[in-house]
């Protein structure tokens, strides 16, 4: 029997060791994904966010049946002033002409919708189909 405390004594450094390994590691870990969070720019994401918002409640609309001018007028409002930002937050893609050209169609299809606002289910329906066509192809090209 040779120092028969030895191993209880070793096995609870270990322990130590492998719990203080594996805090700093989780600590390091938060840390890195802290700063790569920082180095993205929240702009472009929130924009697509607050869109995709906004039609989302369109579309809702048509599906309780609210389909009147006072419902759909602001939607397609602030759709159609986000819309302007859309060269600001993809500053790397407002130069490719393909960007633009889905870029200028989804305002295109606002303008139309503003000049001769939806004033019933069937004319918001046509929009809102338009305004996902136009959401899709510019995806397709640059998501
Ligand atoms: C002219 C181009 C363009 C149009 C039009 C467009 N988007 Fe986007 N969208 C993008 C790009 C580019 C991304 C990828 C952004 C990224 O990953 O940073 C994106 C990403 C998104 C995302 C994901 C955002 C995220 O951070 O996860 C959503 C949601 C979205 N778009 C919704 C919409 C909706 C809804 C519409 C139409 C009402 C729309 N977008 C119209 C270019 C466009």
New binding site residues.
């Given amino acids: 029997m040779t120092e028969p405390s030895r191993t209880p004594s070793n096995a609870s450094r270990y322990l130590f060791v492998l719990i203080a390994g594996l805090l700093i590691g989780i600590v390091a870990a938060v840390m890195a994904m802290r700063a790569i969070q920082a180095r993205q720019d929240p702009f ?2 929130s924009l ?2 607050v ?2 918002r ?2 989302q409640m369109l579309n809702d609309s048509r599906k309780q049946n609210r389909c009147t001018v006072n419902d759909t007028l602001p939607r397609l409002q602030t ?1 159609r002033a986000l ?1 302007n930002d ?1 060269d600001l937050a ?1 500053a790397g ?1 407002r130069d490719d002409p393909r ?1 633009q050209q ?2 200028s169609r ?1 305002r295109a299809t606002l303008n139309d919708a503003l000049a001769a606002a939806p004033a019933d289910c069937t004319a918001l329906a046509a929009v809102t189909e338009q ?2 066509n ?2 899709k ?3 397709q090209d ?2």
């Fill in positions: 472009p994401g697509m966010h869109m995709a906004q039609s759709l819309s859309l993809f893609l960007f889905h870029a989804f305004l996902g136009d959401c192809a510019c995806h640059f998501r």
